[in-house]
Protein backbone atom coordinates (compact mmCIF):
# COMPACT_ATOMS: atom_id res chain seq x y z
CA UNK A 1 0.00 0.00 0.00
CA UNK A 2 2.76 2.40 1.37
CA UNK A 3 5.11 0.88 -1.59
CA UNK A 4 2.93 2.09 -4.53
CA UNK A 5 1.46 5.53 -2.64
CA UNK A 6 4.97 6.68 -2.28
CA UNK A 7 6.29 5.64 -5.72
CA UNK A 8 2.91 7.65 -7.05
CA UNK A 9 4.15 10.81 -4.83
CA UNK A 10 8.19 10.24 -6.19
CA UNK A 11 6.56 12.36 -9.37
CA UNK A 12 6.30 15.77 -7.07
CA UNK A 13 8.94 14.30 -4.35
CA UNK A 14 11.99 13.13 -5.56
CA UNK A 15 13.69 11.86 -2.44
CA UNK A 16 10.35 9.01 -2.07
CA UNK A 17 12.34 7.15 -5.40
CA UNK A 18 13.77 5.56 -2.28
CA UNK A 19 10.76 3.55 -1.80
CA UNK A 20 11.28 1.86 -5.01
CA UNK A 21 14.13 -0.05 -3.83
CA UNK A 22 13.56 -3.35 -2.92
CA UNK A 23 16.47 -2.72 -0.26
CA UNK A 24 15.25 -0.10 1.02
CA UNK A 25 11.65 -1.04 1.64
CA UNK A 26 13.25 -4.27 3.04
CA UNK A 27 14.90 -2.14 6.26
CA UNK A 28 11.67 -0.68 6.25
CA UNK A 29 9.99 -3.76 6.67
CA UNK A 30 11.96 -5.82 9.52
CA UNK A 31 11.97 -2.64 11.33
CA UNK A 32 8.09 -2.01 11.11
CA UNK A 33 7.49 -5.96 11.66
CA UNK A 34 9.85 -5.66 14.84
CA UNK A 35 8.27 -2.34 16.05
CA UNK A 36 4.75 -4.27 15.87
CA UNK A 37 5.93 -7.47 17.73
CA UNK A 38 7.21 -5.48 20.58
CA UNK A 39 3.94 -3.37 20.64
CA UNK A 40 1.37 -6.50 20.65
CA UNK A 41 3.12 -9.12 22.41
CA UNK A 42 3.09 -7.80 25.50
CA UNK A 43 -0.47 -7.02 25.03
CA UNK A 44 -1.16 -10.57 23.70
CA UNK A 45 0.53 -11.87 26.42
CA UNK A 46 -2.08 -10.23 29.14
CA UNK A 47 -4.61 -11.53 27.32
CA UNK A 48 -4.19 -14.61 27.31
CA UNK A 49 -2.69 -14.66 30.76
CA UNK A 50 -6.16 -13.05 31.48
CA UNK A 51 -8.00 -16.26 29.32
CA UNK A 52 -5.99 -18.54 30.84
CA UNK A 53 -4.73 -19.61 27.44
CA UNK A 54 -1.57 -21.14 28.40
CA UNK A 55 0.72 -24.56 27.74
CA UNK A 56 -0.38 -28.14 28.55
CA UNK A 57 2.31 -30.09 29.85
CA UNK A 58 1.93 -34.02 29.56
CA UNK A 59 3.28 -36.55 31.61
CA UNK A 60 5.23 -37.74 28.95
CA UNK A 61 7.20 -34.60 28.66
CA UNK A 62 10.67 -33.71 29.92
CA UNK A 63 10.42 -33.77 33.38
CA UNK A 64 12.18 -30.00 33.60
CA UNK A 65 9.11 -28.95 31.34
CA UNK A 66 6.71 -29.22 34.02
CA UNK A 67 7.56 -25.74 35.73
CA UNK A 68 6.34 -24.53 31.64
CA UNK A 69 2.88 -24.93 32.56
CA UNK A 70 0.18 -22.51 31.73
CA UNK A 71 3.28 -20.31 29.72
CA UNK A 72 1.13 -18.75 27.77
CA UNK A 73 0.79 -20.08 24.30
CA UNK A 74 -0.44 -19.65 20.67
CA UNK A 75 1.72 -16.45 20.24
CA UNK A 76 2.27 -17.15 16.84
CA UNK A 77 -1.21 -15.20 15.85
CA UNK A 78 1.07 -12.29 16.94
CA UNK A 79 4.18 -13.60 14.37
CA UNK A 80 1.16 -13.55 11.60
CA UNK A 81 -0.22 -10.29 12.29
CA UNK A 82 2.95 -8.01 12.29
CA UNK A 83 4.17 -10.23 9.01
CA UNK A 84 0.86 -9.59 7.54
CA UNK A 85 0.35 -6.21 7.66
CA UNK A 86 4.10 -5.45 7.15
CA UNK A 87 3.93 -7.12 3.57
CA UNK A 88 0.78 -5.47 2.42
CA UNK A 89 2.35 -1.80 3.73
CA UNK A 90 5.50 -2.42 2.13
CA UNK A 91 5.18 -4.54 -0.80
CA UNK A 92 4.33 -4.41 -4.31
CA UNK A 93 0.84 -6.07 -4.19
CA UNK A 94 0.75 -6.41 -7.99
CA UNK A 95 3.14 -9.29 -7.51
CA UNK A 96 0.79 -12.64 -7.44
CA UNK A 97 3.52 -13.79 -5.65
CA UNK A 98 3.17 -12.10 -3.12
CA UNK A 99 -0.48 -12.97 -2.66
CA UNK A 100 0.24 -16.64 -2.72
CA UNK A 101 2.67 -16.67 0.12
CA UNK A 102 0.58 -14.73 2.39
CA UNK A 103 -2.16 -16.45 1.46
CA UNK A 104 -0.55 -20.12 2.37
CA UNK A 105 1.08 -18.74 5.38
CA UNK A 106 -2.38 -17.43 7.00
CA UNK A 107 -3.99 -20.85 6.00
CA UNK A 108 -1.47 -22.62 7.60
CA UNK A 109 -1.34 -20.45 10.44
CA UNK A 110 -5.31 -20.90 10.52
CA UNK A 111 -4.28 -24.91 10.75
CA UNK A 112 -2.16 -24.54 13.56
CA UNK A 113 -4.45 -22.08 15.46
CA UNK A 114 -7.47 -25.00 15.11
CA UNK A 115 -5.00 -27.22 16.52
CA UNK A 116 -3.61 -25.00 19.77
CA UNK A 117 -7.03 -24.30 20.15
CA UNK A 118 -8.20 -28.11 20.60
CA UNK A 119 -5.71 -28.89 22.49
CA UNK A 120 -6.27 -26.00 25.01
CA UNK A 121 -10.19 -26.44 25.54
CA UNK A 122 -10.54 -30.31 25.06
CA UNK A 123 -10.59 -32.08 28.09
CA UNK A 124 -7.78 -34.62 27.56
CA UNK A 125 -6.32 -32.00 26.84
CA UNK A 126 -2.66 -32.21 24.26
CA UNK A 127 -3.95 -33.95 22.26
CA UNK A 128 -5.39 -31.27 19.68
CA UNK A 129 -5.98 -32.25 15.96
CA UNK A 130 -5.11 -36.39 15.31
CA UNK A 131 -2.16 -36.85 13.05
CA UNK A 132 -4.77 -37.77 10.39
CA UNK A 133 -6.35 -34.52 10.55
CA UNK A 134 -3.53 -32.53 10.59
CA UNK A 135 -1.79 -33.59 8.00
CA UNK A 136 -4.71 -33.88 5.58
CA UNK A 137 -5.68 -30.34 6.53
CA UNK A 138 -1.89 -29.47 5.44
CA UNK A 139 -2.45 -31.33 2.24
CA UNK A 140 -5.04 -29.94 1.26
CA UNK A 141 -3.94 -26.54 2.00
CA UNK A 142 -0.31 -27.49 -0.04
CA UNK A 143 -2.35 -28.97 -2.76
CA UNK A 144 -4.28 -25.50 -3.26
CA UNK A 145 -0.85 -23.22 -3.11
CA UNK A 146 0.44 -25.51 -5.24
CA UNK A 147 -2.34 -25.65 -7.75
CA UNK A 148 -2.68 -21.93 -7.97
CA UNK A 149 1.41 -21.68 -8.53
CA UNK A 150 1.45 -24.37 -11.55
CA UNK A 151 -1.90 -22.76 -13.20
CA UNK A 152 -0.41 -19.36 -12.62
CA UNK A 153 3.21 -20.11 -14.23
CA UNK A 154 4.20 -17.57 -17.02
CA UNK A 155 7.50 -19.34 -18.16
CA UNK A 156 8.76 -23.02 -17.77
CA UNK A 157 11.56 -21.28 -15.74
CA UNK A 158 9.02 -21.49 -12.96
CA UNK A 159 8.49 -25.40 -12.90
CA UNK A 160 12.18 -25.99 -13.65
CA UNK A 161 14.54 -26.73 -11.33
CA UNK A 162 18.16 -25.56 -11.49
CA UNK A 163 20.46 -28.06 -9.70
CA UNK A 164 22.56 -26.02 -7.02
CA UNK A 165 26.66 -26.72 -7.50
CA UNK A 166 26.40 -27.06 -11.57
CA UNK A 167 26.01 -24.40 -14.38
CA UNK A 168 23.79 -26.02 -16.61
CA UNK A 169 21.56 -28.92 -15.14
CA UNK A 170 18.10 -28.11 -14.84
CA UNK A 171 15.33 -30.52 -14.96
CA UNK A 172 12.01 -30.05 -16.08
CA UNK A 173 9.73 -30.93 -13.47
CA UNK A 174 6.11 -30.72 -15.66
CA UNK A 175 3.34 -32.54 -13.74
CA UNK A 176 6.49 -33.64 -11.18
CA UNK A 177 6.27 -29.76 -9.32
CA UNK A 178 3.06 -30.56 -8.25
CA UNK A 179 3.80 -33.76 -6.08
CA UNK A 180 6.74 -32.33 -4.97
CA UNK A 181 6.08 -29.10 -4.01
CA UNK A 182 3.38 -30.53 -2.03
CA UNK A 183 5.23 -32.71 -0.05
CA UNK A 184 8.55 -29.84 0.46
CA UNK A 185 5.18 -27.37 2.01
CA UNK A 186 3.90 -30.32 4.04
CA UNK A 187 7.55 -31.25 5.21
CA UNK A 188 8.79 -27.92 6.31
CA UNK A 189 6.04 -26.92 8.07
CA UNK A 190 5.97 -30.18 10.34
CA UNK A 191 9.35 -30.12 10.61
CA UNK A 192 9.89 -26.60 11.82
CA UNK A 193 6.71 -27.41 13.89
CA UNK A 194 8.52 -30.76 15.33
CA UNK A 195 11.62 -28.19 16.17
CA UNK A 196 9.29 -25.75 18.30
CA UNK A 197 10.42 -27.65 21.79
CA UNK A 198 13.00 -24.97 23.48
CA UNK A 199 12.83 -21.53 24.62
CA UNK A 200 14.04 -19.41 21.45
CA UNK A 201 15.27 -22.64 19.70
CA UNK A 202 12.99 -22.45 16.59
CA UNK A 203 12.80 -18.83 16.17
CA UNK A 204 16.28 -18.11 15.07
CA UNK A 205 17.14 -20.30 12.53
CA UNK A 206 13.89 -19.38 11.38
CA UNK A 207 14.90 -15.38 10.82
CA UNK A 208 18.24 -16.97 9.53
CA UNK A 209 16.40 -19.19 6.88
CA UNK A 210 14.36 -15.96 5.87
CA UNK A 211 17.32 -14.16 5.18
CA UNK A 212 18.89 -16.50 3.52
CA UNK A 213 15.65 -16.81 1.35
CA UNK A 214 15.50 -13.12 1.17
CA UNK A 215 19.10 -13.39 -0.85
CA UNK A 216 17.75 -15.63 -3.39
CA UNK A 217 14.34 -13.86 -3.97
CA UNK A 218 16.30 -10.59 -4.67
CA UNK A 219 18.50 -12.22 -7.13
CA UNK A 220 15.88 -14.39 -8.79
CA UNK A 221 13.56 -11.51 -9.63
CA UNK A 222 16.53 -9.34 -11.04
CA UNK A 223 17.46 -10.41 -14.27
CA UNK A 224 21.01 -8.93 -13.78
CA UNK A 225 21.58 -10.52 -10.82
CA UNK A 226 19.70 -14.08 -11.98
CA UNK A 227 21.83 -14.21 -15.11
CA UNK A 228 25.13 -13.21 -13.62
CA UNK A 229 24.59 -16.06 -10.71
CA UNK A 230 22.83 -18.62 -13.21
CA UNK A 231 19.69 -18.40 -11.28
CA UNK A 232 16.20 -18.93 -13.34
CA UNK A 233 14.47 -15.14 -13.59
CA UNK A 234 11.26 -15.07 -11.87
CA UNK A 235 9.62 -11.94 -12.36
CA UNK A 236 8.38 -10.74 -9.32
CA UNK A 237 9.51 -13.13 -7.35
CA UNK A 238 11.84 -10.08 -5.63
CA UNK A 239 9.01 -8.68 -3.81
CA UNK A 240 9.22 -11.87 -1.58
CA UNK A 241 12.48 -10.11 -0.31
CA UNK A 242 9.29 -7.69 1.74
CA UNK A 243 7.71 -11.17 2.86
CA UNK A 244 11.18 -12.66 4.58
CA UNK A 245 12.07 -9.14 6.10
CA UNK A 246 9.09 -9.51 7.96
CA UNK A 247 9.53 -12.78 8.66
CA UNK A 248 12.90 -11.45 10.08
CA UNK A 249 11.51 -8.80 12.21
CA UNK A 250 8.89 -10.20 13.31
CA UNK A 251 11.11 -13.59 14.28
CA UNK A 252 13.13 -11.06 16.35
CA UNK A 253 10.43 -9.76 18.21
CA UNK A 254 8.97 -12.71 19.47
CA UNK A 255 12.31 -13.75 20.59
CA UNK A 256 12.27 -10.97 22.60
CA UNK A 257 9.42 -12.32 24.74
CA UNK A 258 10.37 -16.48 23.79
CA UNK A 259 14.10 -16.04 24.66
CA UNK A 260 14.91 -18.14 28.06
CA UNK A 261 13.00 -18.63 30.41
CA UNK A 262 9.92 -17.94 27.70
CA UNK A 263 7.17 -15.27 28.24
CA UNK A 264 5.15 -16.92 25.45
CA UNK A 265 5.37 -19.64 22.79
CA UNK A 266 4.61 -19.37 19.19
CA UNK A 267 2.69 -22.36 19.06
CA UNK A 268 1.83 -24.94 16.15
CA UNK A 269 0.01 -21.06 14.77
CA UNK A 270 3.17 -19.84 14.14
CA UNK A 271 5.28 -22.94 13.76
CA UNK A 272 3.71 -24.38 10.92
CA UNK A 273 2.67 -21.10 9.40
CA UNK A 274 6.07 -19.66 9.40
CA UNK A 275 7.61 -23.55 8.05
CA UNK A 276 4.82 -23.47 5.34
CA UNK A 277 6.12 -19.88 4.09
CA UNK A 278 9.54 -20.74 3.91
CA UNK A 279 8.70 -23.64 1.48
CA UNK A 280 6.61 -21.47 -0.32
CA UNK A 281 9.34 -19.11 -0.47
CA UNK A 282 12.09 -22.00 -2.08
CA UNK A 283 9.18 -22.83 -4.23
CA UNK A 284 8.91 -20.00 -6.21
CA UNK A 285 12.70 -19.20 -6.07
CA UNK A 286 13.15 -22.53 -7.62
CA UNK A 287 15.62 -23.37 -4.42
CA UNK A 288 14.13 -26.84 -2.91
CA UNK A 289 17.29 -28.01 -2.41
CA UNK A 290 18.85 -24.87 -1.17
CA UNK A 291 16.24 -24.95 1.07
CA UNK A 292 17.14 -28.27 2.33
CA UNK A 293 20.56 -27.37 3.25
CA UNK A 294 19.77 -23.86 5.33
CA UNK A 295 17.07 -25.61 6.92
CA UNK A 296 19.34 -28.52 8.19
CA UNK A 297 18.28 -28.15 11.55
CA UNK A 298 15.03 -28.96 11.18
CA UNK A 299 15.60 -31.69 8.82
CA UNK A 300 18.01 -32.93 11.55
CA UNK A 301 15.20 -32.95 14.17
CA UNK A 302 12.57 -34.40 11.83
CA UNK A 303 14.73 -37.56 10.98
CA UNK A 304 15.71 -38.02 14.80
CA UNK A 305 12.09 -38.23 15.37
CA UNK A 306 11.87 -40.72 12.06
CA UNK A 307 14.62 -42.79 13.22
CA UNK A 308 13.05 -43.19 16.79
CA UNK A 309 10.01 -44.22 15.42
CA UNK A 310 11.49 -46.68 13.21
CA UNK A 311 13.47 -48.24 15.53
CA UNK A 312 11.24 -48.43 18.31
CA UNK A 313 8.44 -50.24 15.95
CA UNK A 314 10.98 -52.68 14.34
CA UNK A 315 13.11 -53.83 17.73
CA UNK A 316 11.29 -52.39 20.42
CA UNK A 317 14.82 -50.10 21.50
CA UNK A 318 15.01 -46.27 20.98
CA UNK A 319 17.76 -44.89 19.72
CA UNK A 320 17.49 -41.56 21.69
CA UNK A 321 16.73 -40.68 25.27
CA UNK A 322 13.57 -38.93 23.65
CA UNK A 323 12.71 -37.21 20.20
CA UNK A 324 13.06 -34.59 18.78
CA UNK A 325 17.11 -34.65 19.09
CA UNK A 326 16.82 -31.12 21.32
CA UNK A 327 14.88 -33.00 24.57
CA UNK A 328 17.73 -36.46 23.77
CA UNK A 329 20.45 -33.44 24.79
CA UNK A 330 18.23 -32.17 27.62
CA UNK A 331 17.84 -35.93 29.25
CA UNK A 332 21.63 -35.91 28.97
CA UNK A 333 21.63 -32.74 31.01
CA UNK A 334 22.88 -30.16 28.65
CA UNK A 335 21.12 -26.90 29.88
CA UNK A 336 18.33 -25.73 27.88
CA UNK A 337 20.35 -22.04 26.98
CA UNK A 338 23.21 -24.46 25.83
CA UNK A 339 21.59 -26.67 23.51
CA UNK A 340 19.25 -23.59 21.72
CA UNK A 341 22.38 -21.64 21.28
CA UNK A 342 24.28 -24.68 20.19
CA UNK A 343 21.64 -25.23 17.42
CA UNK A 344 21.69 -21.61 16.37
CA UNK A 345 25.24 -21.97 15.56
CA UNK A 346 24.31 -24.88 13.32
CA UNK A 347 21.83 -23.41 11.49
CA UNK A 348 24.12 -20.51 11.04
CA UNK A 349 26.45 -22.81 9.68
CA UNK A 350 24.01 -24.43 7.55
CA UNK A 351 22.50 -20.69 6.32
CA UNK A 352 26.03 -20.01 5.02
CA UNK A 353 26.34 -23.18 3.40
CA UNK A 354 23.00 -22.41 1.07
CA UNK A 355 24.09 -18.99 0.37
CA UNK A 356 27.41 -20.47 -1.13
CA UNK A 357 25.64 -22.28 -3.59
CA UNK A 358 24.84 -18.78 -5.04
CA UNK A 359 28.66 -19.16 -6.66
CA UNK A 360 29.31 -22.60 -6.21
CA UNK A 361 28.29 -23.63 -9.27
Known sequence: MLAVLFSNLAQEFNWLNLFKYLTFRGILAVITSLGIGVLIFPMIIRKLTELSIGEVIREDDVPLHKG?????????????????????????LSSRFVWIALGGFLI???????DDWFKLTTRNGRRGLSVRQK??????????VTLILYSSAASNLELAYLVPFFKQIMLDLHYWFIPITIFVLVGTSNSVNLTDGLDGLAIMPIVLVAGGLGVF???????????????PFIEGAGELVILCASIIGAGLAFLVFNCFPAQIFMGDTGSMALGAVLAIVAVIVRQEIVLLIMGGLFVIEAISVIVQVASYKSTGRRVWLMSPLHHHFELKGWPEPRITVRFWVISVVFVLIGLATLKIR
Open 68 to 92: KGGTPTMGGVGILLAVTVTTLLWAD
Open 108 to 114: FGLIGFI
Open 135 to 144: LMLQFLAATG
Open 217 to 231: SYASGNVVFSDYLIL
